[in-house]
């Protein structure tokens, strides 16, 4: 008399695969690894067999089928379907396809397995997703950062703490990235903390060549020079420190601050969150409430001559400039010129008078505008920051009106 395996063996053989599937389901009997042993590596036997398991829904016996004959790439893809993603990466990673390995890895949990293939493929930006899934905010940021994600690499870079081995290289990133999004003050704070009462050595020294690269781009060369002054008296052939305080000495250092117009549209950064910091109207906020804010800004160029706010026309926007300069104008004579930094439209918040100058670009202007409806809803939907807002907001207006009544 034949036993269940030996039946559902035979109806395999005759093709009769929903006879076979049937049976298979109703018994209690865990036959799936019997079945596959007893084909012994017959391709021929495995493949009807994947067909029945296939059809039984049992995908992670459809797997097993195909790692028999070697199909590793076809068993992956069974095991994925089995909702086992650990085993289809080793499938994947046997059959030579690391992207798909790394795919399965991270889907399994193992984000570190995942980041270093990764890695291997070039993918930056994937590796230091993987990385930060893996609680690894050092290498995550500096894979963001390679992959030009400083917005995400930076407040990862900024989490080591200075216990870590990796503290000294995560503040150096970290500077390094809030220069290139023009949070050049904060990088700078970010590095005299880590260097805060340590002297020049190997492990301080890009830190301090990063200080006086930062300081030097800001046009404070006198703190450049001196930055540069204590690393050459520790060693004067670190790195090029010779060379910068040649330059520095003579005045021939002609490296351009880094506010190179052709990087103001730039979607990855948040070029001019600097500029938000450093106005009055929000010195309560923090960083996270600033980057909030700024998300809700519009970026414009405006070339030279160009018009921005009409006299007698309704004030509708406000204005941040981050480059270049604009002339104030009343009745056709200029009061007044602004530079970077300036905000303008602003006291369109308390009235809806009409412009009372006419503001025009004496440059190519890099500046942040939003709606006056835009920017109230902003402060609408988060009752802390529209507090600390009004709050500077009123205190400004106080000493406008007592500058204008002295």
Not at 35 to 40: H, V
Not at 44 to 71: P, T
Not at 311 to 316: F, S
Request: proline share 3%; net charge negative.
């Amino acid at each position: 008399m034949q036993t269940e395996i030996e039946r559902i063996e035979a109806l395999i053989a005759s093709e009769r695969v929903a006879d076979a599937v049937a049976l298979l389901s109703e018994t209690r009997a865990p036959l799936g690894y019997q079945l596959i042993e007893r084909a012994a590596r017959d391709g021929h036997r495995l493949g009807r067999l994947a067909k029945v398991f296939y059809e039984a829904r049992s995908f992670r016996m459809v797997a097993l089928c195909f790692e028999q004959v070697g199909s590793f790439s076809q068993a992956g893809k069974m095991y994925l379907k089995a909702n086992d993603a650990l085993s289809a990466a080793e499938m994947f990673w046997r059959d030579g396809q690391e992207l798909e390995a790394a795919q399965a890895y991270e889907q399994g949990g193992e984000y570190s397995k995942a980041a270093s293939l990764y890695l291997r493929l070039d993918e930056v930006a994937k590796a230091g997703t993987a990385f930060e899934k893996a609680g690894d905010g050092f290498q995550a940021g500096r894979c963001l950062l390679q992959a030009g994600r400083a917005d995400r690499a930076i407040p990862l870079l900024q989490s080591v703490l200075p216990e870590s081995e990796h503290y000294l290289e995560a503040t150096l990133l970290a500077a390094e990235g809030l220069h290139q999004a023009q949070l050049s003050a904060l990088g700078v704070r970010r590095l005299e903390l880590a260097l805060e009462q340590r002297e020049v050595d190997a492990q301080t020294a890009p830190l301090f060549r990063q200080l006086a690269l930062i300081h030097r781009d800001l046009g404070d060369l006198t703190t450049a020079r001196s930055v540069l002054e204590r690393l050459a008296a520790w060693n004067m052939g670190f790195e090029d420190t010779t060379e910068l305080l040649s330059r520095l000495t003579v005045g021939m250092d002609d490296t351009p601050p880094v506010e190179p117009l052709d990087d103001f549209m730039d979607a990855r950064t948040r070029t001019g969150l600097e500029r938000l910091k450093d106005h009055a109207l929000l010195a309560d906020c923090s960083l996270s409430e600033l980057r909030r804010i700024y998300d809700h800004f519009e970026r414009k160029l405006v070339e030279p001559g160009t018009p921005i706010i009409s006299e007698g026309d309704a004030g509708r926007f406000l204005f941040i400039l981050v480059r270049g300069r604009v002339s104030v104008r009343r009745a056709g004579e200029e009061i007044a010129q602004l530079t970077p930094g300036s905000w303008f439209g602003e006291m369109s918040l308390v009235d809806d008078q009409p412009a009372s100058a006419t503001v025009v670009a004496l440059d190519t202007c890099g500046m942040l505008s939003i709606s006056l409806d835009d920017f109230r809803h902003v402060l609408d939907a988060d009752a802390e920051l529209a507090r600390k807002f009004y709050k500077q907001f009123s205190r400004e207006l106080s000493q406008r009106l007592r500058r204008a009544q002295a």
